[in-house]
């Protein structure tokens, strides 16, 4: 994470503070969000050797993700957000959304954002990024609900 933290800095990114070992980093910086998103991408493949997709959102990207949340009466330690890199095939996930009645395992899709409410735990449940990244033919990333609230409490703490 050091190394990682390094690169962001070497990019212009002020501020960089990362958050447990899985890639998450809060930073402030000038370029847009697709660049920098490009730019980390880039550049973790020329220094690290992966090619990794990189997503970049803001603050007020993950307060909303809070505050939409459908799952507000469920216990959050089995809640996770998985953010899509593209959500330009929902009406997909909706209507399978519709159908997942049957199980204890739920989601719901808000956008490029899916919340899972998994009360058998993540590492049981169908609705995981390979089921959500078949389906849409993009890439996905999933965090557990502590990790989205610490988030939002180490980029309230950014100058």
């Not at 990682?4 to 212009?12: E, N, T």
């Not at 490029?112 to 990024?129: A, I, K, M, S």
């Amino acid at each position: 994470m050091i190394a990682l933290k390094d690169l962001y800095q070497v990019l212009g990114c002020m501020h960089v503070t990362t958050y447990i070992q899985s890639g998450n980093v809060i930073l402030q910086a000038a370029s847009s969000i697709k660049e920098l998103e490009h730019s980390l991408s880039r550049t973790i493949e020329e220094k690290f050797g992966y090619t990794v997709p990189v997503l970049v959102r803001e603050a007020s990207f993950f307060s909303s993700i809070v505050t939409q949340n459908p799952f507000k009466d469920c216990d959050n330690s089995t809640l996770y957000v998985t953010l899509l890199g593209d959500a330009a095939h929902q009406a997909q996930l909706i209507h399978l959304e519709e159908r997942t009645i049957e199980g204890t395992d739920r989601f719901s899709v808000q956008g490029d954002v899916v919340y899972v409410h998994c009360p058998g735990g993540y590492g049981r449940t169908l609705w995981n990024n390979s089921f959500f990244e078949a389906k849409e033919k993009t890439w996905a990333t999933t965090r557990n609900w502590k990790t989205i609230c610490k988030l939002i409490e180490l980029a309230m703490h950014l100058p």
